[in-house]
């Protein structure tokens, strides 16, 4: 399975972006996706989960009422949708594929690469 997340970028605080996870080599149906992100210095922290059906979905507190997660199982692909960015939500966001939907990184089993999302105040 391969995960090609994009749609990061430089944006000024309180701007949109959104990103993209496109999954090859097995669908996602069937399949929790989530998304995950990692500023510098700091863990991976969990952002956002949807379980394999899209209407079951996880978000983090320090996010929610911004971000939202959506999967459009068809196309094999995860988005999530970024508003009101903040100076913190910069980071590097990771897409991950399991079977399990949970907030912890353990839980999946295929990770993409990561876009890079920085907010400028």
């Known amino acids: 399975v391969q995960l090609q997340a994009s749609g990061g970028g430089l944006v000024q605080s309180g701007g949109s972006l959104r990103l993209s996870c496109a999954a090859s080599?097995?669908?996602?149906?069937?399949?929790?996706m989530a998304w995950f992100r990692q500023a510098p210095g700091k863990e991976r922290e969990f952002v956002a989960a949807?379980?394999?059906?899209?209407?079951?979905?996880n978000v983090a507190d320090s996010v929610k009422g911004r971000f939202t997660i959506s999967r459009d199982n068809a196309k094999n692909t995860v988005y999530l949708q970024m508003v009101s960015l903040k100076v913190e939500d910069t980071a590097v966001y990771y897409c991950?594929?399991?079977?399990?939907?949970?907030?912890?990184?353990?839980?999946?089993?295929?990770w993409g690469q990561g876009t890079q999302v920085t907010v400028s105040s």
């Open positions: 991950a594929l399991g079977r399990v939907f949970g907030p912890t990184p353990t839980s999946y089993d295929y």
């Open positions: 080599g097995r669908s996602i149906s069937g399949y929790t």
């Open positions: 949807s379980m394999w059906h899209g209407t079951t979905t």
